[in-house]
């Protein structure tokens, strides 16, 4: 029997895939809110993950990391990152970082989350979009995702980093570009919704 994973805080989402794949001799273990701190270790021989890239209040950054010491702790389990992220600057970022890791948008067809799973090679929206290119950011911009969304106060982070002022509103403004906004607003916004919030830095 195939042991599967699964991370996202949508009910509907953990629910139907679990109720998917029920009859079809895999086991479904969901990890919630209260496991996440102690999900690698609930990871830990399962032959296959599909995380989202947001969940439970924690953003991009900390799904990645998860994600780098599962390949690297449990190299037999199989990723796969079913997301509704659109950012493709952030997500060809990422997908450079996770050379195995199969990526789904959340609107593919049950087909074809179904020939993941079931490790079928399969052709993804994801594919053609998520290349490095010269809009994919750079890991410096990824980096600086969290404090970007945590402070908009660009001399704190730059002392946080030991660069100048005027290097982080560099590196803020080709996020800006990359990410296609039209001000800081619009890029705290996107960076919110993808779980960076306003924190103490």
Not at 30 to 36: A, L, W, Y
Not at 86 to 109: M, N, Q, R
Request: glycine share 6%; proline share 2%.
């Amino acid at each position: 029997m195939l042991s599967l994973t699964l991370i996202d805080n949508n009910k509907w989402i953990t629910e139907g895939i679990s109720h998917y794949f029920a009859g079809k001799f895999i086991h479904v273990k969901n990890i919630n809110s209260d496991d996440i701190d102690s999900a690698l270790s609930k990871i830990a021989g399962t032959d296959l993950l599909i995380s989202e890239l947001t969940a439970y209040g924690r953003d991009v950054q900390f799904f990645t990391e998860l994600l780098l010491k599962v390949q690297r702790t449990s190299p037999d389990t199989r990723i796969i990152v079913l997301t509704d992220l659109h950012e493709k600057a952030v997500i060809s970022y990422v997908v450079s970082l996770l050379p195995g890791v199969t990526f789904l948008s959340k609107k593919c067809s049950l087909k074809a989350l179904s020939d993941a799973v079931l490790g079928l090679p399969l052709a993804t929206e994801f594919e053609a979009g998520v290349r490095r290119t010269k809009q994919t950011l750079s890991a410096r911009e990824f980096g600086l995702l969290r404090m970007l969304g945590q402070t908009s106060n660009l001399t704190d982070i730059g002392y946080k980093l030991h660069l100048s002022c005027k290097t982080i509103s560099h590196h803020r403004q080709s996020i800006i570009r990359k990410l296609n906004c039209a001000n800081n607003k619009e890029l705290f916004s996107r960076l919110s919704r993808m779980g960076y919030h306003s924190k103490p830095v």
